[in-house]
């Protein structure tokens, strides 16, 4: 009797462990099912930012001048050098004057001509018309003289310093300018602005201009011309910034950072924890939580204060941004708030 017991209690026994463990582990797989990730959140709020745009640029001379003969010759001297100061009206190269003096002893032989046939006009000898052909030659002998003068003696027509030479005394000065020389006092910086910016330039605007090459020292501009044409590729305009620079510290070539501010925005300033960039692609995202669900959201920035971003577009006041526990997130994912 013992053994029939047995074996009929033995399957039904079986029967119950397996319910038993089957039971236990759809259990189980529920309570992973329902797990919430724990997330901080950031409610948005407007802030007052001051609406900054920082251009890279390179110094530029305020004026430069290449100085050269109007028509080829020999360069008899060269007054300067490479980094000479010059002044104004001061002469810099001398060139071969022998054509200059050839035209001399032809203005003097035409001014004789024309005070002989002036005294044969007044007596009545000759014509009012041959009087005034003669004074024609004489007008052209004196702007050709005029212009040998200056194609003799070359002056600077600015304050400045010589920034290259191309030529030695004894060379024939043809292609290439015999001088450069530049103003740079004041300099100036040419920045590209974005079209959506036009109407808020004026002239005289103020930009702080940082310069790498002197351990970051910030100097201060204004806007001292905007061109009134726009590329029409990249939506920009060209604008002219005067920096003073009468210690002459700036020179042309040096690498420049030039910030100006467009006014002050209320903007969403959110935790830089919060922003992540979208793989494969320049995205800006968050996650907004919302009735417990991490809400994917793209949005743009603008500046960085410190260790936040200034939103642009995406967001608005009141919503709950998740600044940790965002990573490994996906759109939807449920989420426990805690603080």
Known sequence: MKRNNVLKFTPLAVLLFFVSCGGGSTKNETQVATVKKNVKVEEVQLTSIDQLSTFTATIEANTVNNIAPAMG???RSIHVDVGSRVGKGQTVVTMDASNYTQQQTQLSTLKRDYERYLELYNVGGISKQQLDQVKAQLDVAQTALNNLGENTRLTSPINGIVTARNFDPGDMAAGLPILTIENINPVKVVINVSESFYSQVVKGMSANVQVDALANEIFEGKVSLIHPTLNRVSHTFPVEIEVNNSDQRLRPGMFSRVTM??????????????????????????????????????????????SKYEIVSGLSVGDRVIVQGNVGLIDGSEVQVVQ
Do not use: H
């Open 73 to 75: 010759g020999r360069i």
């Open 261 to 306: 501010s467009f006014g002050i925005n209320d903007r969403p300033l959110v935790s830089d924890m919060a922003v992540l960039k979208q793989s494969g692609s320049n995205d800006r995202y968050v996650f907004v939580e919302k009735d417990g669900k991490a809400l994917y959201t793209i949005v743009q920035l603008g500046a960085r204060v410190e």
